[in-house]
């Protein structure tokens, strides 16, 4: 009887460091110390948004259509390009953007989102719009892959 549960002593030795590395314990040590492949460090990413978002509304106030079109992600240029300076586009020559700011940065099911309150001329009438980008990473650089209407208010600041 001694021999057969010296075996199983050792059978479950060896299979020890198999069970290990389901549970990520002896796994290449490596692997936690960066970002992953593709993933960008939080504030990388909210600072990369808010300034492609700002380039955006920039641009639409100086009716730049390329300036804006480049902000964009490649799905969403043909339909910009579509209805950019239509009668409801963001660039339309009826009216006119004296106010945009970004109002809120946060992570969102489908990348960063950024809302934006922005403030439309027409003639004498001024309105306000609430829009909601969402931007994500495309390689190595960050585009806008939508715009709706909408937002977020921002989150209260936290005082330690």
Not at 58 to 74: E, F, N, P, T
Not at 136 to 156: F, K, L, Y
């Amino acid at each position: 009887m001694r021999p057969r549960h010296r075996a199983t002593g050792v059978v479950a030795l060896a299979l020890l460091p198999l069970s290990l590395l389901g549970c990520g314990i002896g796994g290449d040590d490596d692997a936690g110390d960066g970002p992953a492949i593709g993933r960008a460090p939080a504030e990388e990413a909210a600072t990369k948004s808010r300034e492609r978002v700002q380039a955006y509304l920039d641009a639409m106030a100086a009716k730049d259509v390329a300036a804006g079109r480049s902000q964009l992600c490649a799905p969403m240029q043909q339909a910009f390009d579509a209805a950019a300076t239509g009668p409801n586009g963001d660039f339309a020559d009826h009216f006119e953007v004296p106010k945009a700011a970004i109002t809120d940065v946060r992570s969102g099911p489908r990348g960063q989102e950024v809302s934006a309150s922005v403030t439309v001329s027409v003639g004498a009438r001024d309105v306000p719009r609430s829009l909601l980008f969402t931007v994500t990473r495309s390689g190595a650089d960050w585009c806008i892959s939508g715009e709706a209407p909408g937002g977020h208010t921002p989150e209260p600041s936290v005082n330690p």
